[in-house]
C-alpha cells in the first residue's frame, strides 16, 4: 500500500487572493509525457490553451523551473500553474469583520458573494477578498454558506489549525442559528422539529426529499408576522445542503427570493442584486478548540424584505 505524502509547498505565489492549481501525476501509466497527460486532465479547456501554457512556461514544478510538454511522465510528479482569471462582476457590498485573533477570522458576509473560490466565482469570494484585504494569504475556510445566504463566516488563520476548527462542524459542535423571511401561514403549527432526508444529486441545482431514513433535522420557530410575512428563527442540527430552504418550502412556506425552491427558476444572473434571499446565518457559539474561549458571535445585518417589503420586491 503506497503512503501517503504531504504535498510540497507550492512554488508560485497567490493571484488576487487565489492560490495556483495543484495537479499530481497519477500512479498509472497511459501518458508518454507531461503533455499528454495534462491535455487530456483539461480537456474543458480551450483547444492549444494546455499546449500554450506548457509552452510559455506557466507549468511548473516543485522548483519552480517551468515543465515542458514534452518531459516525459513521472507518476507522482507535483505541478502547478495558475486558471486564467476572467473578469467578475464585483459584488458591490462590504465584508465585515465581527472577530479577529491570532487564530480566527470571523465575517459577516452579504448576499451574492461565494465563500471560496468555485466555478465562475473565483476572485468574487470570501476568502479571496480578505486574503487581500487583511494580508493573510494562509486564510482558509472552516465551512461554507451558499452564495445567496448572507451572515457569519468562520476562515482560519493558520492552516495547520484548519482541520481541528472544521472538526467543530462536521462534530456538530457549533451552535447556528438562521433567520428567514417567509410567508406568514396562521395554520402553520411552530415551533416543530422538521426531519427528512435530502438528497443532492452532483449537476441537480436544486436538492429533494425521498424516502429513508432521515438526515436532515432543523427547529423552525416564528419569532414574530406581520403583514402576511413571518420572521422564523431556524436551528439546523445537521448540515445537508440546501437543507433550511428544502425545508421550508415543505412546510408550505418557502423563503422569499428563493431561485430553487418550490419550483427553480433559473441561476439569479451575476449583477442582479434586485432580490436577495432573504435567508442569514444569524449567529454561531462555539468553544474555541484551541484557545478554550466561548464565542457568541452575532451578525449586525437585517434582512431587506422585513424592513420594506415594498423596497425588496421593486423592479
Known sequence: MRRKTAAPPSP????QGVDPVR?????????ATVGDYLIERLSGAAPGAVAEMLDSGLVVGADGNPVAARTPYSPGRYLWFHRDLPPEVPVPFPLEVVHRDDHLVVVDKPHFLATTPRGSHVTETVLARLRRELGIPRLGAAHRLDRLTAGLVLLVVRPEE???YQTLFSERRVRKEYEAIAPYDPSLAVPRTVRSRILKERGVPAARETDGEPNAETLVELAEHREGLGRYRLTPHTGQTHQLRVHMSALGVPILGDPLYPVVTGPVPDGDFRRPLQLLARSLEFTDPVTGV?????SRRTLRAWESYEDWAAP
Do not use: I, K, M, S
Not at 12 to 15: A, I, M
Not at 23 to 31: E, H, N, T
Not at 294 to 298: A, F, G, I, P, T
Open 294 to 298: 466561548e464565542h457568541r458571535l452575532r
Open 162 to 164: 484548519r482541520g481541528t
Open 23 to 31: 495537479v499530481r501525476l497519477p500512479f498509472a501509466d497511459g501518458w
Open 12 to 15: 508560485l505565489p497567490q493571484r
